[in-house]
């Protein structure tokens, strides 16, 4: 019979083989580095050159205090330029800058009512609850040539002061507190006006406003009277936010400066009636923009002033 030839072997996959001489190439490699390595220990200064190597890979500050003896020092933080934001208050020199600009444009302000006794001037913001002082000139300069005292609006009485001023706002009412401030007017102060606070309160349909404005305007008190203008202009502008009208006449009498005290309640009251108003804000005519912290301003340049 004849004999059968041995069996070969099967081949191995192309992928195999070379993945054996991947093997083998890397086994020489890591070889030849041990090789190199052992050379490297029996040499002087091998161990030396190492060390000064892998120092050398460390932060200066940390090479330093290793010098020293000293312990390592953390590495400054790093830190971003970020403009800082503003405050929601104006600061005292932006509040000083603020005055100083109002001042220039106005260096004497005063009320735009019309009156020439203190008695006069009780009347008129007395009326002017809830009307323009336009409405209230119009009224009075009716009224004060036949009745301008104490005496004479009392015997003038309620009906016969109606007819003045009914073109002003809730007239029925603000002619029955007349008649009877001016009463009182009579009866407890001598038909004088009184130059304090509490007296004037407690005169009927004399509140906390008018009896600033008298004492600021007719006598010359450092008083703010806080209405609804100067109410908006110390909080738009941050200049003396607050949540009621006390609140922001407290924080005004705090932070506007002393020089500018007196005349500070006819510049804001200005100021919120013509320029800051309540709908829309002239603020491309506004002296303080670039200090107002009002966030919505009117957008806009100024507009030429004509020759």
Known sequence: MPKTPPAKSPAKPASATARTASKNVAAKKSAAAA????KAAGKPGA???????????????????????????????????????RSARLSPPEIEEMFSRLQSLNPHPTTE????????LLVAV????????????????KLFPIANTPRQIAALGVDGLKPYIATI??????????????QQLIDLHGG????????????????????????????????????????????????????DVVAVEQA??????????????????LHGRYVCKARKPDCPHCVIRDLCRFQDKTPGDPEPVAA
């Open 169 to 182: 706002g809730l007239f029925n009412t603000k002619a029955a507190n007349v008649v009877a401030l001016s």
């Open 192 to 243: 004088e006006v009184p130059r304090d606070r509490a007296a004037l309160e407690a005169l009927p349909g004399v509140g906390r406003k008018t009896a600033n404005v008298v004492l600021n305007t007719a006598f010359g008190e450092p008083t703010i009277a806080v209405d609804t203008h100067i109410f908006r202009v110390s909080n738009r502008t941050g200049l003396a936010p607050g949540k």
């Open 35 to 38: 090789d190199a390595a052992s």
């Open 252 to 269: 005004l009498l705090k932070v506007v400066p002393q020089r500018y005290l007196q005349d500070a309640h006819h510049w804001l009251i």
């Open 47 to 85: 161990s030396k050159s190492a060390a000064k190597k892998s120092a050398l890979k460390k932060p200066a500050s940390v090479r330093d205090n290793a010098a020293t003896g000293k312990p390592a020092s953390k590495p400054a933080a790093k830190t971003t330029a970020k403009a800082e934001k």
């Open 126 to 141: 007395a009326l002017s609850a809830q009307a323009t002082d336009v409405g209230v000139n119009k009224a009075t300069r």
């Open 113 to 120: 009512l019309e009156y020439s006794t203190p008695y006069e």
